[in-house]
């Protein structure tokens, strides 16, 4: 059985710096994405980063570039998320994905998802 468990949210204030970790059982990723998501009330999930596996290629939303720092660890199976001058529009469900072999941006495109893990940015 595949699982994906993320772990590190909480509450930061603005500016601040959290780091996300996302570990995968059940199945290497080989050859596959690993990606972040994230949700806010009332609004759609929605991409925020994503790494590819072989070459680590990155892949940012514009929200999020030059913030936020996404990487992996293919021997320990884990994808991470380093945001850093975190802002108020960031607070969200954070949704760690993996699976995705094309279109790393597209959430339908991922087979597997974590649990999420709730990020608060206050004022």
């Known amino acids: 059985q595949v699982q994906l468990v993320e772990s590190g949210g909480g509450s930061v204030q603005a500016g601040g710096s959290l780091r996300l970790s996302c570990a995968a059982s059940?199945?290497?990723?080989?050859?596959?994405?690993m990606a972040w998501f994230r949700q806010a009330p009332g609004k759609e999930r929605e991409f925020v980063g994503a790494?590819?596996?072989?070459?680590?290629?990155?892949y940012y939303a514009d929200s999020v570039k030059g913030r936020f720092t996404i990487s992996r660890d293919n021997a320990k199976n884990t994808v991470y998320l380093q945001m850093n001058s975190l802002k108020l529009e960031d607070t969200a469900v954070y949704y760690c994905?993996?699976?995705?072999?094309?279109?790393?941006?597209?959430?339908?495109?991922?087979?597997?998802w974590g649990q999420g893990t709730q990020v608060t940015v206050s004022a």
């Open positions: 059940g199945r290497t990723f080989s050859g596959a994405a």
């Open positions: 790494i590819t596996w072989s070459i680590l290629r990155t």
């Open positions: 994905a993996a699976g995705a072999t094309v279109l790393f941006m597209r959430r339908d495109f991922y087979a597997y």
